[in-house]
């Protein structure tokens, strides 16, 4: 499916495929989430080059590899990285490979597509609303042969980064209060990530009433109308503040609220993504005199290879449920309803199934 223009239903097109380097890997797509960063280029919230295949979240098989790929083998079972890492950078040495900004690896993101004889972005390397996906060998993580793919497809992006925000970047500990704004896919798994940590409560914020219902039956022990999160605060803290807030949404008025509802000396974590253009305001004395926390979240600061494992195997024994947050499963060309349907808040993920 091709993205052509902001606010224009994606178009399915065939495209060519160059040839793999030696550092590559060629895989075919078994099944794409559909996360709300996808829907960001269509709402024209992010410029990106055009056209462009969307789809970041995501398993398949792998196909064909470079003469250089040693980690994976053709028929290997993979679930795609969108921050694939050169290993050798600043950040990748500091253990810290969800930060690599290698423009190479960057740039081959549109080098790999064509469509009437012009070069096609993958989205973020990966590019799953379409058959087949080249990536450097570091955008593969191996899983078991037995994992279900559509399962496996979700910890690509919205389980990893909502999952990672909670015990990776906040680093929430055992026994404490967490409030977490928006219950979609992130967000779930936010609540998922917080009830593994062991938080105390979890009050999850959302603005469907059935994402409420939802919330609460994946470890929430909360859930709440916008409206009611002051009294809550008060309720559920003693109006302290929460130990931590999570921003699963990318508005501004709710990044500055996971803010104010977070204790002193407590920590709020934005996960959620909004424009450039937008701002948010703290003055100049809140800063120091709260000591505050405030972290931004990429990918769950996920070191990719270890914890897609560690998903996994809290999955495998029951601890982080995969299964409930698969609310359709889809067909390429429905991709264009799914949007609606994410717009419309009624699904936590739909997944694309290629066969
Ligand atoms: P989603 O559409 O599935 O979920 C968003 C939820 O927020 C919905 O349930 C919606 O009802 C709720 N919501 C919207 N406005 C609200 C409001 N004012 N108050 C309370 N709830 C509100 O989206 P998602 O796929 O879960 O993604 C969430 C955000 O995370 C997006 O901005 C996405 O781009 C971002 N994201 C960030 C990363 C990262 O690495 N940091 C990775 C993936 C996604
Ligand atoms: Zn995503």
């Given at each position: ?14 495209v ?20 709300h ?13 055009m056209?462009?295949?969307l ?64 070069p ?6 990966v ?16 899983i078991?042969?037995?994992m279900?793919?559509?399962e ?97 949404v990318g ?74 947050m ?30």
């Open positions: 499916a091709i993205y052509q223009k902001p606010h224009t239903p994606l178009t399915i097109e065939d060519e495929l160059s040839d793999l380097r030696a550092d590559e890997v060629l895989v075919r797509t078994v099944c794409s989430g559909v996360c960063s996808d829907m960001h280029f269509v709402d024209g919230l992010w410029a990106l080059p056209p462009a295949v789809g970041h979240e995501a398993s398949g098989v792998v196909e064909r590899v470079g003469a250089n790929v040693g980690y994976v083998k053709p028929g290997d079972r993979v679930i795609m990285s969108f921050k694939p890492f050169c290993g050798q950078c600043y950040y990748c040495i500091r253990g810290e490979a969800h930060l690599c900004n290698d423009p190479g690896l960057a740039a081959r993101g549109a080098q790999h597509l064509k469509w009437q004889g012009k096609v972005l993958q989205m973020a390397s590019g799953s609303f379409s058959e087949y996906m080249i990536t450097p060998e570091s955008g593969v993580v191996k078991p042969a037995d279900p793919m559509a496996a497809a979700l910890i690509g992006c919205g389980v990893m980064t909502g999952v990672g925000a909670a015990i990776n970047t906040a680093q929430i500990k055992p026994g404490s209060s967490v409030i977490i704004f928006g219950a979609g896919g992130v967000g779930i798994a936010a609540i998922q990530g917080a009830r593994i940590a062991g938080a105390a409560e979890i009050v999850a914020v959302d603005k469907v009433d059935s994402k409420l219902e939802l919330a609460l039956k994946f470890g929430a022990t909360h859930a709440i109308r916008p409206e009611a999160v002051e009294s809550t605060k008060a309720s559920v803290t003693g109006g302290e503040g929460f130990d931590y807030a999570i921003e699963c508005h501004p008025a709710l990044i500055r609220q996971s803010f104010d509802v977070t204790r002193r000396g407590g920590t709020a974590v934005i996960v959620g993504v909004g424009r450039l253009t937008e701002e948010v305001k703290f003055n100049a004395f809140e800063m120091f005199y709260h000591e505050k926390n405030l972290k931004g979240s990429m990918f769950g600061s996920a070191n990719v290879r270890l914890d897609f494992d560690r998903l996994l195997r809290l999955w495998k024994y029951g601890k982080l449920d995969l299964e409930g698969i609310s359709r499963r889809i067909k390429l060309g429905e991709v264009n309803e799914a949007f609606r349907a994410m717009q419309q808040g009624e699904v936590i993920r739909s997944v694309i199934e290629y066969s």
